[in-house]
């Protein structure tokens, strides 16, 4: 019979050279759940205290073992949020409450039994109500889909199936595409307008321009990203941490488009992106997408990934999509007990509503 053993860490340092090493080690692309991105987001948001951020947060890191050999790692923060004005104890991923993509307890690959012992462990040592872990890639290796409720989705270009960026876009672009994309092109010249698309490191010059741009989203009802201090600085940071760069497209020198991308795992993923809604007729949104994808090319990538969210002017270069799930377990208090049966149904029903809307958008999709 196999021997498992789990500890708990409360310190992100200590582990810092174990917990890089795994992760090289199994090469996962669950980049919210890497060393860099979970420290980085502990240092800055560790003692932020609101019901999205949580309060009262204390690091269970937990490391798995079976015959002394590491086999998985959760990155897991207990914290306290208020629903209803019932206070609920919680554990979740760390990260997973802004700005994640994947996240992920790290493993090569674990049985349901392998992850009870986690939990178990946790129960043993901590009183909480209940665990509730978003953004799960449906290609994690730790979970079984059965257990699983998809919420969301991440459009994806698995870039090595085409021998270059013109198969890729010859292949997947329909008529209209290409053409949408050059009309808006040519009407730019019509207009006078000289357009310059590049590809550039990131310092904090173009981080003041970013800011300056995405301020148009305000027009369509959308938050300002760039209006919270710790969010502003997580953002820079992370950039600076990791290889990163920003895809820009000037209208006369004015920077009017931008998506600010991190390469981890030979992967690309769009961290955040906005246009200048004074050029509505100009395309931005689909050309700084065209634009990126041609630079993932450029950069010898496997995969592009142009974050949560199922917009059509991101589906439509997608040749899949990645769905990302809920998983939830009672705690082990009165409380957790009581509220389990709830939490399943909201996250079914969500999981249902998820579910036919995506069907309805792909009855919707036109071939590109």
Known sequence: MQGYSVEIHRSLEKIRKEYRRFQEQIGSRAISSSYEWISLWHETFEHREDNRFGNNKELVVCFLYRESELIAIAPFVILSKTYFKVKIRSIEFIG???????????SSQISNHELNLIIDKLKQSYKFDVLFLTHIPQFSNSFSPNCLFPYEVCPEIKLQRFQDYND??????????????????????????????THEAFDTLKFKEIVNAARSKIRDGKAD????????????RIMNL?????????????????????VYRNTKFCF??????????????????????????????????EGPGNDYYKRKFATHLVTLNYYTRAGNTLKGKFLAPFTKFVLQRKSNQFSKRLCNENQKKKHI
Do not use: M
């Open 272 to 305: 955040d992106a906005s246009y200048d809604r004074d050029f509505p007729k100009y395309n931005l949104g689909p050309q700084s997408v065209d634009a990126s994808i041609n630079n993932s090319y450029d950069l010898n990538l496997n995969n592009h990934c």
């Open 96 to 106: 997973q409450q802004w700005g994640a993509t994947y996240c992920d307890i790290l």
């Open 225 to 236: 990203k760039y209006s919270d201090p710790l969010k502003v600085c997580f953002r820079k």
């Open 168 to 197: 890729y876009r010859n292949q997947c672009y329909s008529k209209s595409t290409k053409q949408n994309l050059r009309s808006a092109l040519n009407r730019a010249n019509k207009n006078n307008h000289q357009i310059s698309i």
């Open 242 to 262: 990791l290889e990163s760069n920003v895809t820009t497209i000037r209208i006369d020198e004015k920077l009017c488009a931008y998506r600010i991308n991190i």
